[in-house]
């Protein structure tokens, strides 16, 4: 049998991984899955990770069919967080993670779940739960069972730099990463490139196009082009923001709407997003923002 890290390369999404799997292991998982579910009783499969206190309870349930069984976790995962986003009110996404530690438990060399467990994890509400030190410890445990995976300990770089702002941890393991076989040329300037100042948002816009560049298709690739919209995004305020000081230059005052300063022809950019919604002008600050109601807005920090 494959292992994690050899499934990942052939598959094209998590939801695509594990319907192959499914097809492939199909006579053996009903036996398994009535093994496990009847262990469980009542609880149903989105509520069994708070009676199972660790991916070892579920291994001694399936001895010998660890790597199906962590499959089939790894599917009920991707369907929780789907479900979580779309279904949730609260969107707390309490068993992700416990969900994630099962499947990884059960087979340590499942690559794909630490890679798009991070990203359920980290991305902050509504896209993730919010929790990105759930995120790396995730990755860093992932580059333990997995040491020759470069791209773990590129994305646990890429994490310590884009969600906890850590510029010198994120060097160091950026630098460890470039040492593997097999290793991107460019890490070690990116790692080198994350100490120098100034330059945040070029910095993070190059890592999520990575993420993008070397994802296929599915959750993950979708996640960083939404990130690399954002930034266009961003840019884009921020020249609306130099226009509303050209107008304030030029009028003695600020513009009183967006409108009239794009028919004063000084605003180059449209006042809208590339979703269509407009941005919005701070009247007393003059600074120009993404709106909270469009899918590009992100928090800033």
């Given at each position: ?141 992932g580059a333990r069972e997995l040491p020759d995976s470069w791209r773990l300990r590129q994305d646990l770089g890429f994490f310590y730099y884009l969600f906890l702002k850590d510029a010198e941890k994120a060097s160091e393991v950026l630098m460890d990463a470039s040492r593997i076989p097999g290793a991107a040329f460019w890490l070690k300037a990116m790692a080198a490139d994350l100490l120098a100042k100034g330059g945040d948002r070029e910095k993070s816009r190059r890592m999520w196009r990575q993420m993008y560049e070397q994802a296929e298709e ?84």
């Open positions: 049998m494959k292992s994690g890290a050899e499934r990942e390369a052939a598959v094209p999404s998590p939801y695509l991984g594990a319907a192959a799997l499914l097809l492939v292991l199909g006579p053996a998982i009903p036996w398994l899955q009535t093994r496990i579910d009847s262990t469980l009783g009542e609880f149903r499969p989105q509520e069994e990770a708070l009676y199972l206190c660790s991916g070892k309870h579920v291994k001694r349930m399936a001895p010998g069919f660890e790597a199906v069984a962590a499959d089939i976790y790894w599917l009920r995962t991707v369907q929780y967080f789907g479900g979580q986003r779309s279904f949730s009110q609260d969107k707390n996404f309490a068993l992700l993670y416990p969900l994630i530690e099962i499947a990884t438990t059960l087979d340590p060399r499942l690559e794909i779940a630490y890679r798009y467990g991070a990203i359920f994890l980290s991305e902050p509400a509504p896209m993730g739960a919010g929790r990105p030190q759930e995120g790396i410890a995730i990755l860093e445990r599915g959750i993950l690739k979708a996640n960083a082009l939404a990130r690399l919209g954002a930034f266009d995004a961003l840019d884009q305020a921020d020249r609306l923001s130099e226009a509303v000081g050209s107008f304030e230059r030029r009028q003695g005052r600020r513009p009183a709407s967006l409108a009239e300063l794009h028919a004063s022809g000084l605003a180059r950019d449209p006042i809208v997003d590339s979703t269509g919604v407009p941005f919005v002008l701070d009247a007393d600050t003059g600074r120009v923002t993404v709106s909270h109601r469009s899918t590009l807005w992100m928090p800033e920090g």
